[in-house]
């Protein structure tokens, strides 16, 4: 038996997502972060179930401190949100993201609300 599997895990089986809306001409930053080809493919990964950094980044075939500089940049603007934790096969806690925005609103102007 590993310690993984002696180890509790927490988290949940289903993240709630929401719409999010985002003024084009004042918040720039989810569009900065969502640029480049591999921002957009964690997203993709993180689309179909909640994980660990270094789980995306095994699946991708790219660094975890890669992964780890576009998770911190998602949080900051609100589309992911660390979820809970689990332990890998040395015993090590790693925390788990998840998505949480379901979908982009892109506000073009002033609709008066």
């Known amino acids: 038996m ?3 599997e002696l180890l509790p895990e927490t988290v949940p089986g289903n993240v709630e997502r929401d719409t999010q809306t985002v003024d084009i ?11 480049s080809d591999t921002a957009r493919r964690i997203v993709a990964v993180l689309e179909e179930t909640p994980r660990t950094a270094s789980e995306v980044a095994t699946e991708l075939g790219i660094s975890v ?3 780890c500089y576009h998770l911190d940049r998602f949080q900051e603007v609100g589309l992911i949100e660390a ?5 890998s096969s040395k ?8 998505l949480v925005t379901e979908s982009l609103i ?6 008066g609300e």
Not at 92 to 97: A, G, H
Not at 106 to 111: A, K
């Open 106 to 111: 892109v506000r073009f102007g002033d609709d």
């Open 2 to 4: 590993s310690v993984s």
């Open 65 to 67: 401190q890669n992964v």
């Open 91 to 98: 015993g090590k806690e790693m925390t788990v993201y998840a």
């Open 25 to 35: 001409a004042e918040e720039s930053t989810v569009f900065e972060v969502l640029a």
């Open 83 to 87: 979820v809970g934790s689990r332990y």
